[in-house]
């Protein structure tokens, strides 16, 4: 991938538009997963939501046993510690694990991502959050995670070389860094388009290189698909785009449905559906076909996605994301 050019410094009134949460995930926690409860982040991973469960009553052998065996699984291994990082009692559970061990590169990197984690939220100094994303990444030279956590911070709160720079030291230790990328996303989405035609927007152009780059059965095929969906965000809050999105005619221009057209057919073949945040782009692609008016394409994803619904893209523009879900699946469904 060829150099970037420059970002715009941090920009919060975009990202506070009701879309990507700060910390950039697709789903915002929650107990009961789906559009009918909370929305959990978790997903349909059986062993992170026992691990999970284990350290809410202060048991962290089932963690140290997930993130054992998880090994360099980097997409799921960084899917795990961010749940895991969400919970309200994580810094407590990590510093009473390095405290333990104080050499576990595990327990350091729950601990800087749940520094992340609460420095996203306004309740923990960003440095101190920087400082533990560095000491786990020292504890472990190869794992592109405690980077992850380094990029979280720099999405939201960074200037744009921090942005750049992070994602590149992440990309080296795992070029196809699902988590990563759809980070980058967001944030470039958020360059001005500087007069170019609606479809030109250079986030457009960096997604359908990365997804041409990638190997023909990485997960990342669906970056146009999740570009858009940031480009929306960004126009809605602007006030450059109807808050209804199915409205906005964003998605009916020519490269719009040829990048449609191309991600479905591409799910339709893909053969490994085990990603751990594969529901976070069948979400995204269920949307994309709900806003574009194809509610039979639509129908098979919701299918796909049963009740492991996400929070983006569906709050997109400030609406209740459950609602929003709720009422495309049932449109698709002719429910």
Known sequence: MPPLPPLLGARRALTDSGGTAPDGSGADGGSDGGPDGGFDDAFD????RSARAALTQGRRQAARSLLRHTGDDWDRRGHRLTALAREP???AWARDWLHAEPGSAD???????ALVRRALRGKENPDRAREACATAAALAPADPTPWLGSLLLARTLGPEHEVLGTFAELRRRHPEHHHAHHLLLARLAERPSGGRAAEDHEVYDLAELAAAEAPADSPLAVLPVVAYAERYRVLAATGLAPADPAASGHWSGPRARRILRACFEWWLEWEHDEHPRRHIDLNHLAFALSCAGRPAEAAALFQRIGRYATRAPWAYAHRDPRAAFRAAR??????
């Open 107 to 113: 327990a350091a990197a729950l601990h800087a991502l």
């Open 89 to 91: 009692y994580a810094v």
């Open 330 to 335: 049932a449109y698709a469904l002719g429910h």
């Open 45 to 48: 991973d059986a062993e992170l």
